[in-house]
C-alpha cells in the first residue's frame, strides 16, 4: 500500500511528456490545401457507381484520374467487374479505368427476360450507350471471354474510339471454339430445345463454376481465392438467372458470323493489341490466341501458363505487362 504513491509519481513525468507533446502539435487548418501526395491515394481509390441505361442500372467501378486516358474493361461469364478488383489499382495510378457489370451480372439490375432483350447485339448496345452517358469519347478496352464480342461489336462500330486492345481469352476465329466445351452449346444453337438447354444447366452450378476458375491453374489453392467462385455462383444462384445464362448461350450463335467482319476491322485498322492467354483455358484454348497474328503481324503476344480466369493467378504479371504496352501505345 505505501508504494502506489511511489508509483503513481514515476508514472507522472510520462503523462506530462506526453500531454506537452500534443499541445506542442500544430493545429491542423480544415480549411488549408491538402498536402500535396494526398491526391495519388485518392485517384487510385476504387469507386462504385450506378448508370441509369434505358431504364437499366448499370453498376461499376472507376478508378484514376478522369482526364487520362481511359481503359474500359469487359469482364466474362459467369462473373462481373469483381474479376478486375486487383487489376484496377494497378492502372490507375496513370488511367481512367471503367469496370461495368452487364444488365442480369453482378451489382446492375437484373431486368425480367419478358422486359429485356439478353442478346449479345442488346449487351454490346447497353454499354455502348453507358460509354457515351459517361463521356468515354475514345478509349482502350481489355475483353475476356464474353467481353470480346462486346467489345468488338463496339469496336467495330466505332473504331476512331479505340485507342488500343487488350485480349485475355477472348475469342475472334473459330479455332477457338473448336473443342469439346463448345459441343453441346453448338447444338443448342442448331435447336433451342428443352432438351438441350437442360443438357447446359450443369455448367450454371457450383461445380462447374469452380472448374472455371482452378482448371489449368497451376496451383489454384495459393492464388485463387474460394470468394471468387463462391461470389459467381451467388449471382447465377438468383431467380431468373439460370435462364438467362441459357439465354446468352443461344445468343452467342450469333458471334462466329461476326468474325469476318471483326478480322476485316483488324487488319484495316491495325489497332494496337496485346494478347495475355491463359494457355490451358479448356474454353478459349491457346489455338485462339494465336490467329489474332494473322490480321494483326505487330500485336504483342504472351501465353500464360494458367487457365481461363487468368488475372487471378498471373495479374501482376499482366498488369505490369498492360503498364508497359499502354504507356507506348496509348501514352499517358
Request: with cysteine.
Amino acid at each position: 500500500m505505501k508504494n502506489k504513491p511511489l508509483k503513481s509519481m514515476l508514472r507522472m513525468p510520462m503523462l506530462v511528456c506526453a500531454l506537452m507533446a500534443t499541445l506542442a502539435m500544430p493545429v491542423l487548418d480544415a480549411t488549408a490545401a491538402p498536402v500535396s501526395n494526398a491526391g495519388t491515394a485518392d485517384e487510385t481509390s476504387v469507386t462504385y457507381h450506378t448508370e441509369v441505361v434505358d431504364g437499366v442500372k448499370v453498376f461499376y467501378r472507376e478508378a484514376g484520374p478522369k482526364n487520362a486516358p481511359a481503359v474500359l474493361l469487359l469482364h466474362g461469364f459467369p462473373t462481373s467487374s469483381h474479376m478486375f478488383r486487383n487489376l484496377i489499382p494497378k492502372l490507375a495510378d496513370r488511367y481512367h479505368v471503367i469496370a461495368p457489370d452487364y444488365p442480369g451480372y453482378g451489382q446492375s439490375d437484373q431486368p425480367a427476360m419478358d422486359k429485356f432483350n439478353y442478346s449479345f447485339d442488346h449487351l454490346a448496345s447497353v454499354v455502348d450507350k453507358f460509354t457515351a452517358q459517361i463521356g468515354l469519347s475514345k478509349y482502350a478496352i481489355y475483353v475476356q471471354d464474353y467481353g470480346a464480342p462486346i467489345g468488338y461489336r463496339l469496336a467495330s462500330a466505332h473504331p476512331e474510339k479505340i485507342s488500343a486492345i487488350v485480349v485475355q481469352n477472348g475469342n475472334a476465329y473459330n479455332e477457338g471454339i473448336d473443342n469439346s466445351f463448345w459441343e453441346p452449346i453448338k447444338a443448342l444453337w442448331k435447336n433451342k430445345s428443352e432438351a438441350n438447354a437442360a443438357k447446359l444447366r450443369p455448367v450454371l452450378e457450383l461445380n462447374a463454376t469452380k472448374w472455371q476458375y482452378t482448371e489449368g491453374f497451376r496451383d489454384p489453392s495459393h492464388h485463387v481465392s474460394p470468394d471468387t467462385w463462391i461470389l459467381d455462383q451467388a449471382y447465377m444462384d438468383r431467380p431468373g438467372n439460370k435462364d438467362i445464362q441459357i439465354e446468352l448461350f443461344y445468343s452467342y450463335s450469333t458471334n462466329p458470323p461476326l468474325y469476318p467482319a471483326w478480322q476485316a476491322y483488324f487488319r484495316k485498322q491495325q489497332p494496337p493489341m496485346l494478347i495475355v492467354w491463359g494457355k490451358n483455358d479448356k474454353i478459349f484454348p491457346a489455338e485462339g490466341a494465336t490467329p489474332y497474328l494473322r490480321d494483326l503481324p505487330n500485336a504483342e503476344l504472351h501465353l500464360l501458363d494458367t487457365g481461363h480466369f487468368a488475372l487471378e493467378e498471373d495479374g501482376e504479371e499482366i498488369g505490369n505487362l498492360m503498364h508497359n504496352f499502354l504507356d507506348r501505345k496509348v501514352k499517358p
